[in-house]
């Protein structure tokens, strides 16, 4: 591995990585992919339905059963306008996932459909997610 000091950031509160923000208090979404998803304009076909559900994709450890919200079979109709408006909104929540903390209490939650599994590691610090998976 080779490390390019210019790019490096020493001594610092923040970092933004892979299009996540890093501070002591946990991992957050950045503004401009946050803004992408909840600027992003009804789809009308099953391509663009994937491209979108690909974009929310990556910020998937910080919905709530997303594999559930995600995974509607492919018709237009209130009930996918309802879901394409939860994604949005919990997008832009200031949910931020916890750093470990060893002495804490974790509490493992799963979720199953006939679609997909899913599980959240939460810590019992206000229970805040810690990770998430679908």
């Known amino acids: 591995m080779?490390?390019?000091?210019?790019?490096?950031?020493f001594f610092t509160n923040q970092i933004e990585y892979c299009g996540y923000i890093i501070d002591k208090h946990g991992i957050h979404k950045t503004k401009a992919k946050m803004e992408a998803i909840c600027n992003a304009?009804?789809?009308?076909?099953?391509?663009?339905?994937?491209?979108f559900v690909g974009l929310v994709n990556y910020y998937s450890r910080f919905l709530d059963n997303p594999s559930t919200?995600?995974?509607?079979?492919?018709?237009?109709?209130?009930?996918?306008?309802?879901?394409?408006?939860?994604?949005?909104?919990?997008?832009?929540?200031?949910?931020?996932?916890?750093?470990?903390?060893p002495t804490l209490p974790l509490v493992l939650a799963t979720d199953a459909s006939p679609y997909a599994v899913g599980a959240v590691l939460r810590m019992l610090i206000q229970l805040r997610p810690m990770y998430g998976y679908a």
């Open 41 to 51: 304009r009804t789809r009308s076909n099953k391509t663009e339905v994937r491209a």
């Open 69 to 101: 919200t995600l995974h509607v079979q492919f018709k237009w109709d209130s009930q996918c306008q309802k879901a394409f408006k939860k994604i949005k909104d919990e997008i832009r929540s200031d949910r931020v996932l916890a750093h470990f903390d």
């Open 2 to 9: 080779r490390v390019n000091y210019e790019k490096c950031q």
